[in-house]
């Protein structure tokens, strides 16, 4: 993987893990809405660079699949933090 490439991926993790704990007190906020989450990681890092919405799914995908965040069983389209 080219090493600007590895950069952004590991920029979208930080930014995507940051998620619940800068925009809420004492990491109240457990949850987010997928078109919410993804506005706030665009805002993040647009500085830097432009992610594109399919890597930032990429990454949420690889998320899910660390057990970091799950996807809400009762509400489509919305993703809960769980660590």
């Given at each position: 993987m080219h090493e600007s490439r590895v950069a952004h991926y590991n920029s979208l993790f930080a930014a995507l893990s940051r998620l619940p704990v800068c925009r809420a007190p004492q990491k109240t906020r457990k949850q987010m809405r997928h078109n919410l989450l993804v506005a706030e990681v665009i805002s993040q890092l647009s500085a830097r660079f432009k992610p594109r919405p399919n890597d930032i799914k990429k990454r949420v995908e690889a998320?899910?699949?660390?057990?970091?965040?799950?996807r809400d069983p009762n509400e489509r389209g919305?993703?809960?933090?769980k660590a």
């Open positions: 998320l899910i699949e660390q057990e970091y965040m799950e919305q993703y809960n933090y």
